[in-house]
Nanobody, 119 residues
Framework: VQLQTSGGGLVQAGGSLRLSCAAS????????MGWYRQAPGKQRELVAS???????NYAGSVKGRFTISRDNAKNTIYLQINSLKPEDTAVYYC??????????????WGQGTQVTVSS
């Protein structure tokens, strides 16, 4: 299984970025997908998630600025990030998670992409 993350970069405050995560080696449509981030010296935190049926959930600090979406035909999720703030600076990780009906759990991480926001 691979989760290939891309789209990070250096951007000025107020700017936008779109992150992508392309999955391979799994049945993508069965997975709940999410974006996490980890800033220096801080714990990794959930930013946004999307179920296999398209329900979304956001951390309070990003609600209204971040939009998660998925394209099951392309095995890809996206994170549209608008109105970037310096506190959004972090490494962003893609995550795929599945719990089967019989209780097995599958959990995968992408390699992370750096987002740096300058003030």
């Amino acid at each position: 299984v691979q989760l290939q993350t891309s789209g990070g970069g250096l951007v000025q405050a107020g700017g936008s970025l779109r992150l992508s995560c392309a999955a391979s080696g799994l049945i993508f449509s069965l997975y709940r997908m999410g974006w996490y981030r980890q800033a220096p010296g801080k714990q990794r935190e959930l930013v946004a998630s999307i179920t296999n049926s398209g329900e979304t959930n956001y951390a309070g600090s990003v609600k209204g600025r971040f939009t998660i979406s998925r394209d099951n035909a392309k095995n890809t999720i996206y994170l549209q990030i608008n109105s970037l703030k310096p506190e959004d600076t972090a490494v962003y990780y893609c995550n795929g998670r599945r719990t089967t009906d019989w209780g097995s759990e599958y959990y995968y991480w992408g390699q992370g992409t750096q987002v740096t926001v300058s003030s």
